[in-house]
């Protein structure tokens, strides 16, 4: 919320203070509570869209990092299983761990996905067959058998969508945070109303009453932007002091 905004809010809750801290009086007097009702309704549902305006992004730092690191993970257990069997050249596609590039890093996840992970499309679509996905869980389970993680290529699959998708979840956090503002401004402006209407009210019923009519005054007025200058009685603007 901005300035303006954040004023208005403050305004209906010490609104809603001061009719609280004098229920007693307000407590017979069906119009007054109607009223009373939407403001709070309002105020309510400011709280919440308020809340909801700061976008939840996700940075790709930490999606490149969590990537980085499962490359390194099954990298690192490639080259233990070529050590240990003697299979020259069996880690060379799991050594080529790019540099932290997000294009570069994707790419590499999409490949040793391809070696690692069943292809389950129709096989007239680029699927696995039978054999090859008997090949791969084979595979697999080499890794498995040096004490992997075992879910290693969901979670390399997880990071890899996840990376691919920030974009849309970003986007989507700002639109949210969006349609907020525009919520905000709508019952800010319905909670004005309601203080038009209540203003009369109150001053009848406070109309004995001029401390507590002087305290209503005082809690349903918008405070008056502290920056924006005052003008004197011939129309000159003063501007807010500065620092001394």
């Avoid at 879910?151 to 979840?169: G, P, Q, S, Y």
Wanted: net charge neutral; charged share 30%; hydrophobic share 35%.
């Amino acid at each position: 919320m901005d300035d303006r905004d954040t004023r208005r809010f403050d305004r209906a809750k010490n609104l809603l203070t001061f009719c609280d801290d004098n229920s007693a009086d307000l407590a017979g007097i069906a119009p007054v509570q109607e009223h009373l009702a939407n403001i709070r309704k309002g105020v309510a549902l400011v709280s919440s869209a308020w809340a909801g305006q700061a976008p939840l992004r996700v940075t790709k730092s930490s999606l490149l990092d969590a990537l980085l690191l499962d490359f390194k993970r099954i990298s690192g257990t490639a080259r233990s299983i070529e050590l240990r069997s003697g299979e020259v050249g069996f880690s060379v596609p799991y050594n080529k761990i790019p540099h932290r590039i997000e294009k570069d890093i994707k790419a590499y996840a999409h490949s040793l996905l391809s070696l690692l992970e069943d292809n389950n499309a129709p096989i007239g679509e680029g699927g696995d067959t039978p054999a090859q996905k008997t090949a791969k869980a084979a595979l697999r389970q080499r890794f498995l058998d040096l004490a992997i993680n075992p879910a290693f290529v969901t979670l390399l699959r997880r990071d890899r969508d996840a990376l691919e998708n920030i974009a849309k979840h970003n986007t989507t956090e700002v639109q949210e945070g969006t349609e907020d503002t525009a919520l905000i401004d709508s019952q800010l402006t319905l909670i004005n109303s309601e203080v038009d209407i209540l203003g009369p009210i109150m001053a009848n019923i406070y109309e004995l009453q001029p401390e507590k009519l002087h305290a209503w005054k005082r809690a349903s007025r918008v405070e008056r932007d502290p920056h924006r200058g005052k003008k004197d009685d011939g129309g000159t603007t003063t501007p807010p002091a500065g620092p001394a």
